[in-house]
């Protein structure tokens, strides 16, 4: 069963007049990894932003299961179902790596039994110790801060997980690290997974590519 | 709750910026909590002299009106001749008022010495003097101009002294002032006179008791229980005899008003005061009326009469000054444009309030201002404070915080550094508002009274004129106006009243300044922010 269905999307930046994306109607479902790969400029981010509520399609619909999520709270959506790791990680630069998972936590409203504990058991799965951790997010490394990225977009146990080149920036070990816990989300824990990557290791990885 | 915690770590995040806020804040604060100080500590002092003002009002004759109604001095002096204040059955009607406290009334009239008894002179003009004037004089007419103080020496209440000059007739050696009640003799009451042996007469007394000074008594070897004769000044023939039931000492009797007006007659000297009840004056009158000749004179038709006259004098007392106020309203309405109720005790009284008033207006001017350039500078700081942190909101936005959660805790940080400040600010505002209010206030009765000063310079009297020579006084004007009698010091002006509104002013200045965020939060698009980043 999907879990996220375009129909005929269609996509134009206000002011211009190039459609960067064109009748697409993809399907999405649970328990699978999806791969978005394109050139450069193709309209990958671009997808990852309608999917995620933060733009809607000039032509065409969205569905959540089976509601428009035009009509939905975008808010609600983005806090509660959706995990978004964006290209440019959106972290806030003057909190820790921690504070930036916790406020995460927060926002969704969800109950945790110790939300340190469990932002610090996110941040050890994408391999930062304790010390990296209560760091500012402006003293953190590119990649490191990618990771921090991936442990916000997973606190909440979202049910679909956006990234937009989670592994842009990392090596191959840590890459291989981050996929297989894309993977386990998706097998084990029934999750959707929707990855954008230049990379032909993780499109490899993944159940399904779409060529945009 | 964890916007609230936001909130905190974010002011803790920003100190410069926040610190900045807190000191415009801050100054706001202090210098609302000193006006907003001063303008309670008049109202405190309003309120205050108030419970303790007991108000009394006349009715009195207005001049300016009268005269401002006639073309030419003839007419003038015609319509000022007809005009007669309110007899005291009239101004007894108006008594009925329901917000009448009390009535009360005087007369005063005009005797001379008759066998055995001489007044305490200082003029020369006492006697054989004031008998010669009276042959010369048209009795009714005498003295026309110059004001009668009636007891105002002692009383130093206000008196109807401008229209009465000529109506008590001839000037004689003494003033025998009737009484309608104990509560009309005020300098009893206040403690400026008080009896010294013997007693006061009975209220409504008909026996011809009467009080003298203590003056007059040494001077003529009186003691209590002798009788004095007393002449109509008109008609030496023609003598009252009064018993004396008790002597008085006046404290006052080098009051400069009574000083002055008794280098004219004898009768002003306020040792020549004779006091007895209403009553038996009103019986003296009559008798004399009945007594009198009256004659015509042959060639402008005047009629004059030999009997005394009395000049009546009746004052309401209320229980407020709202109650005088009303009853203000109400019987001028009644009365028409020639009378004016007046209230000596509520013009001194607004008279000692002004400077304390004055400086509470200009506290209120400087606080509108001080609000007004102090919100804008709150609203632009928070515009560039907004626009600093646009990114921050993006963030939040994308990460699913609702837009009115994100404000609330932008206006959450505003309330708490406005807050740190005001509190601040009242307690220092406290600490100061105090003496800084003495320090002005005496600046303001100085200066008040360097323009009083230059009045009197200029005019060689105060504002008004002087009411003792009976020239245009202002309607309610004391002798004493000129002088320091204002409240010059508060003890107290920084109160929860003042507490509150200083709260007030922070929920404002934060709902006003805050308002600019909020609606820039509103209308930001995540997207947009997000992607305009660089
Ligand atoms: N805010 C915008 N206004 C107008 N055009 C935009 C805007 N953002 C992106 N574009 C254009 O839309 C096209 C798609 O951009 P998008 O960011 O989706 O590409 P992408 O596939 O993610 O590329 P990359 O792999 O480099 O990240 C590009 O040509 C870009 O210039
Ligand atoms: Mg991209």
């Known amino acids: 069963m999907s879990v996220l269905k375009l129909e005929h999307v269609s996509y134009r930046y206000a002011g211009t007049d190039k459609t960067i994306l064109n009748d697409l109607n993809y399907t999405f479902e649970k328990g699978r990894v999806y791969s978005i790969v394109g050139r450069s400029g193709a309209g990958k981010t671009t997808l990852l932003s309608l999917l995620s509520g933060l733009a809607a399609p000039t032509d065409g619909k969205i569905y959540l299961e089976d509601k428009d999520i035009n009509k939905i709270d975008k808010y609600e959506y983005r806090s509660k179902y959706v995990g978004v790791i964006f290209q440019s990680f959106n972290l806030l630069p003057k909190l820790t790596a921690m504070e930036n998972v916790i406020l995460s936590m927060d926002i969704a409203g969800k109950e945790y039994g110790d939300k340190k504990a469990h932002a610090m058991e996110l941040l050890k799965k994408v391999s930062l110790g304790e010390e990296e951790a209560s760091r500012r997010i402006l003293k953190l490394s590119g990649g490191q801060q990618q990771r921090v990225a991936i442990a916000r977009a997973l606190s909440y146990n979202p049910e679909i997980l956006l990234a937009d080149e989670p592994t842009g920036n990392l090596d191959g070990e840590t890459q291989a690290e981050i996929v297989k816990i894309f993977r386990q989300l998706a097998h084990e824990e029934g999750k959707c997974i929707i990855l954008v990557t230049h990379s032909p290791e993780v499109a490899e990885a993944s159940d399904i590519v779409y060529c945009l | 709750m964890y916007i609230l915690r936001n909130a905190l770590r974010s002011i803790l995040q920003s100190k410069g910026r926040n610190i900045l806020i807190g000191i415009i804040v801050l100054v706001i604060a202090l210098s609302s909590c000193v006006a907003l100080s001063i303008r309670q500590a008049a ?357 699913g915080m609702k837009k009115w959660k994100i404000a609330v805790q932008f206006i959450l940080e505003l309330l708490c550094v406005t807050f740190a400040a005001i509190i601040i600010g009242a307690g220092a505002g406290t600490a100061v508002s105090v003496p800084v209010t003495n320090q002005l206030l005496a600046q303001q009765i100085e200066s008040t009274q360097q323009s009083r000063q230059q009045q009197t310079d200029n005019f060689g009297r105060g504002a008004g004129g002087t009411p003792e020579m009976g020239g245009t006084p202002e309607a309610g004007d004391t002798p004493d106006a000129g002088q320091s009698d204002y409240i010059s010091q508060i003890s107290s002006a920084t109160d929860i009243t003042v507490v509150l509104q200083l709260i007030g002013i922070g929920i404002i200045l934060t709902i006003i300044s805050g308002c600019a965020a909020v609606i820039s939060i509103l209308r930001y698009e995540p997207l947009r922010i997000l992607s305009n980043r660089e």
Request: glycine share 8%.
């Open chain 2, 43 to 399: 109202e405190h002092a309003r309120e205050n002299s108030m419970e303790n003002l007991e108000v009394t009002a006349q009715i009195t004759v207005n001049r300016q009106a009268m005269m401002s109604g006639q073309q030419d001095k003839e007419s003038m002096k015609q319509a000022m001749a007809n005009m007669e204040g309110l007899s005291i059955d009239d101004m007894k009607q108006y008594a009925d008022n329901s917000h009448v406290k009390g009535f009360y009334y005087t007369a005063s009239t005009s005797f001379n010495a008759g066998d055995g008894l001489e007044a305490v002179d200082t003029t020369g003009t006492a006697d054989s003097e004031s008998e010669d004037s009276s042959d010369k004089e048209t009795p009714g007419q005498g003295m026309e101009g110059v004001g009668m103080p009636g007891d105002t020496v002692q009383s130093g209440q206000q008196e109807q002294k401008k229209d009465m000059g000529g109506r008590m007739g001839v000037q004689g050696d003494f003033t025998v002032t009737g009484y309608s009640s104990d509560e009309a003799m005020i300098s009893f009451i206040n403690g400026t006179s008080s009896i010294i042996d013997g007693s006061m007469f009975a209220e409504n007394d008909v026996e011809m008791n009467c009080v003298v000074s203590e003056e007059l008594a040494a001077y003529n070897q009186l003691s209590v229980g002798d009788t004095i004769t007393l002449a109509n000044p008109n008609n030496e023939e023609e003598t009252y005899q009064f018993t004396i039931s008790g002597i008085y000492k006046d404290e006052t009797s080098s009051d400069s008003a009574g000083s002055m007006m008794s280098a004219f007659s004898a009768a002003f000297d306020s040792a020549n005061q004779i006091y007895t009840s209403y009553a038996n004056l009103q019986d003296v009158v009559a008798r004399s009326e009945e007594s009198a000749a009256v004659t015509t004179d042959g060639t402008t038709g005047v009629e004059s009469t030999t009997a005394l006259r009395s000049q009546e004098n009746g004052t309401y007392t209320f229980a407020s000054v709202d109650e005088y106020q009303v009853f203000k309203e109400e019987t001028e309405a009644e009365l028409g444009d020639y009378y004016t109720v007046t209230s000596a005790d509520v013009s001194s009284y607004e008279q000692s309030l002004q400077p304390l008033e004055n400086l509470s207006r200009y506290a209120g001017y400087f606080l509108v201002i001080i609000l007004g350039i102090g919100g804008v500078i709150l609203i632009v700081m928070n515009l560039f404070n907004i626009r600093e942190r646009k990114y921050e909101i993006g963030v939040l936005a994308a990460i």
